[in-house]
Nanobody, 122 residues
């Protein structure tokens, strides 16, 4: 059974940093893509970043502030979030897919974590 477990969320003031982690178990995703999505209150879940073995992509709203990385030996993906803004407040979800491509849609992904709350205050 595949499980994705996020950690690292919390509360921070604007301008601060957090690093989210997502540990996968049940299968290896070293040859496929993993990503992060987020959902703010009253809004739809949206793409943040994705990574596979050849590259990564991030959404325009976080470009230059957030960095996605992975450690295949640990089957873990990370999201380093710097210069956080109040509008980054959301539940952040880790996702993994069997396929290789850097999907940006929820339907591109096969497995999801339970989410971790990130709250950024003024």
């Amino acid at each position: 059974q595949v499980q994705l477990v996020e950690s690292g969320g919390g509360s921070v003031q604007a301008g601060g940093s957090l690093r989210l982690s997502c540990a996968a178990s049940g299968r290896t995703f070293s040859n496929s893509a993993m990503g992060w999505f987020r959902q703010a209150p009253g809004k739809e879940r949206g793409f943040v970043a994705a990574i596979n073995w050849s590259g990564a992509r991030t959404s325009d709203s976080v470009k230059g502030r957030f960095t996605i990385s992975r450690d295949n030996a640990k089957n873990t993906v990370y999201l380093q979030m710097n210069s956080l803004k109040p509008e980054d407040t959301a539940v952040y979800y880790c996702a993994a897919r069997v396929a290789y491509g850097l999907g940006v849609r929820q339907n591109d992904y096969d497995y999801w974590g339970q989410g971790t709350q990130v709250t950024v205050s003024e």
